[in-house]
């Protein structure tokens, strides 16, 4: 990887102006603008789903790669991150979480995260777009680099209880919303967020899910970080 592609893949990650390669940069600029979530959704395109032909999770990179090169892997950022009372694999730099509590932001709950073959799923990181849904509504015209980018962004990205990240699967919000309700107007701002971030659409059905959420909480804002 280039300096440039390295600095561009940090410009994603953080949300920052992707750094000029020439005057005609095929890379294009991804930011977020500080605006409610009920104006953000008024700018997405309203599209049919694209066909899933070429998805892959290959399409988006090496799972949990270093992209921000700080020498620990995108889930164990995230697990840092999202969880308490740590505990870290010696001689890792603090980068290997062995053990953490986690309060699950989709259900409230209090769960213990324990590192191993079988306990690790107990906690999972979601992409709040996943990616599939991503692919279908617009990730398929990105380029490798930006769709890593997505895969890895922390904006896209929470440690949830294994069995709602794999209740939710691919779902959008017309199929799936976590099921604490307090914490819904914060999850469709975050994938309006992403959606804009990396200029993908949503299907009408998603549109009307969302707006119906953020019609009770017409104030909330897009998260930046």
Not at 96 to 104: E, H, R, S, Y
Not at 158 to 171: E, H, T, Y
Not at 201 to 224: D, F, H, M, R
Request: net charge positive; hydrophobic share 40%; glycine share 6%.
């Amino acid at each position: 990887m280039s300096q440039w592609e390295k600095r561009v893949a940090v410009a994603l990650i953080l949300g920052l102006s992707i750094p000029a390669l020439s005057t005609t940069s095929s890379v294009a600029t991804i930011r977020l603008s500080q605006v409610s979530a009920v104006d953000a959704l008024s700018s997405l395109p309203v599209k049919g789903r694209a066909a899933k032909t070429g998805f892959s999770r290959d399409q988006f990179g090496p799972a949990w790669s270093d992209v921000d090169r700080n020498g620990c892997d995108t889930r164990n950022d995230i697990l840092k991150r999202d969880l308490v009372d740590l505990l870290f694999k010696e001689r890792t730099d603090n980068c290997v979480v062995l053990t953490g509590t986690l309060i699950d932001k989709y259900s409230g709950e209090e769960i213990v995260f324990t590192r191993g073959v079988s306990s690790s799923m107990d906690v999972q990181i979601d992409h709040v777009v996943a990616l599939s849904n991503a692919w279908v509504t617009g990730a398929y015209k990105l380029s490798d680099l930006q769709r890593k980018a997505l895969a890895n962004d922390p904006l896209n990205l929470f440690a949830v209880k294994g069995r709602l990240n794999s209740q939710k699967s691919d779902g959008d919000a017309a199929t799936w919303l976590p099921p604490l309700k307090s914490f819904r107007c914060t999850y469709v701002a975050q994938q309006v967020a992403v959606k804009k971030k990396y200029k993908l659409w949503v299907t009408a059905p998603e549109k009307a899910a969302i707006a119906k959420i953020l019609s009770g909480c017409p104030k909330q804002q897009l998260p930046t970080k």
